[in-house]
Structures are given as C-alpha cells and as structure tokens.
C-alpha cells in the first residue's frame, strides 16, 4: 500500500516549538517567516559542495534534529551502498543513511531550518508533498536551495553561480543568461517547482564548479554557496573554517596542475574566455567559450557528461 507523505517523515520534540507557535497564530500573514535552506546531496552537487556548505554548517553553529526522514523507503543501498565496519570476525556496525531537518542558531541567534541528508532515488512526489507539509507546518515562508553544477570555469577565477527562483522579484540582481532548455531532473528542482505551484516562495544558487573538478573536493564553491545564502536570506554565516579549506585546496590543485603542460594550457584558455567575458559583461556570472554565453545545447551536454561520470563510478554489483 502506498505511503501518505506524512508518514515518510517523523516529527521529534525539538519540533513542538516551531509547532505551537504556528498553531498559536490564526493569521499566515503574522507568520515568524522561517527559511528553510536544502543541500541534498545527488548528482546535481558537483564536487559535492553544496553538501560541504550544509555540512560545515551543521559543525559550526548550534542545531539539533527537528524532523527525520525514512531514508530506508528513499535511498537506493544498492546503487549508494551505505558503509558497514567489519572487525576480524564479525559485523560491528552500519551507518545508516540520514535525511534530516535540523534547526541551526545562525551567528545572530537567529533560527533557521537545514534539510541535510541523501537525495532520494524513490518517491520524489511524496517526499517533496512531505517536505511541503513540513512548510506549512513549520512557519517556513521561504525556501532556499544549495547546488553545484559543472562548467567551463577556471578555479584561478572567482566562483560564479546561476540563480533560480519561483518569483523573478526573489532573485533580482542575478542575470538571466539562457531560455528554454531541458535538463535531467533532481528532487531539489521538483521540490522548488511544486512549492512554487502552491504559493510558496522558493529559490536557490548554483555554483560553477570547474568541469575538471567536479568529482573531486573543491570548498571554495561551498565558500560562495553560503556566502549567496547570507545574500538571499539575510542570516550571519560563518565561513572562516571553510575558507582555510579552499586556501589549502588551492595550493593543492595549483600543484596538480603545473605538473601538466596540457592541464596548464587548458586552465589558460580558460582564464582567457573568463576574462573575456567578465570584461565584455562588467563582471556578470557566468561564462561560455570565446567570451559567449553556453548555449542550452552546451549546458545540457555538461550535465550528461557530469551525470555519466557520477553514474560510472558507482559501486556495481
């Protein structure tokens, strides 16, 4: 028999705070006006950065768990097999997937929500109409989400984003570079897609992570993604931890490359259409060869090869 949303999720103690002061206010205009902010970590978080921001997040600031998901009933243990310790002769423990909702105390003492955990490969339309129940149920006026996608960028430049929201007004001041064009979907897009149907805001930032390091760590994207967040949502975020990482990261990756003379001829050519473009554009966000736009073609054969990667280095049977 099929699940109803609401039993894909579990409520805990922490969440009765948030609960009573909903009920206790008759009008949704005098709603406190929480924001929710997502990292679900799939194939749309190339170097993993957007898992890294909630993560670092989550280390760094006061929280606890307010909602969990049924991770068994979303995640696919086979094609992401969760880790288990075995010790000389016997099982010892399994690390569970989590899907979780925690509350986080941002550096002004101010509240917001954190969805944090695996993207689901099952039930997306439940767990999104959860998700949607959790909203309303929660205060949640505003939903933010946090992503990495793979593009023609150099890492020697500053990272880019491209921003999406339900409403254009949400997202203002970030450019609009492409029309129509058809990508693979993700949970995060499906949940932003039906929270705008149903009158709720609901936005987020993608950050550009360089093609030739999306599989590999890259905290100066994660670095931008929460720096965006501060700028979207009005919360003080620390970020001082992380920025060491992407120094650190850095040097690493700037050896890497100068061992290659054509690794080093690839990261120029790079540097070259970013400035290009930066020049040509006064500094607008996102970059395409010989100073152009990508197209929604280009865009589209990005995410294939990004997706086809992810899906290469799955563990098989």
Known sequence: MPQRPEDLVELLPAAERFLDRESATGDPSRRRGLVLVHDLAGDFDAASAGTLAGAHLLAALPHEVVARFDADSLVDYRARRPRMTFNADRYESF????????????????????????????????????????VERLGVTSVIALQAIPMPVPHTRPVTVTAHATRRQLIEPYPVYWGEMRIPGSVSALLELRLGEAGVDALGVAAHVPHYLAQATYPAASVTLIEHLERLSGLRLPTESLQEAAEANRTEIDEQIARSTDNTAVVAALEQQYDSFAAAREGSDLLGSGGEVPSAEEIGAEFERFLADQDRNRPRD
């Open 95 to 134: 690390s569970v997937p989590e899907i979780a909702v925690y509350a986080v105390e941002d550096d002004a003492g101010e509240t917001f929500l954190l969805l944090h955990g695996a993207e689901p490969d099952y039930s997306w339309e439940r767990f999104v109409a959860a998700v949607g129940q959790l």
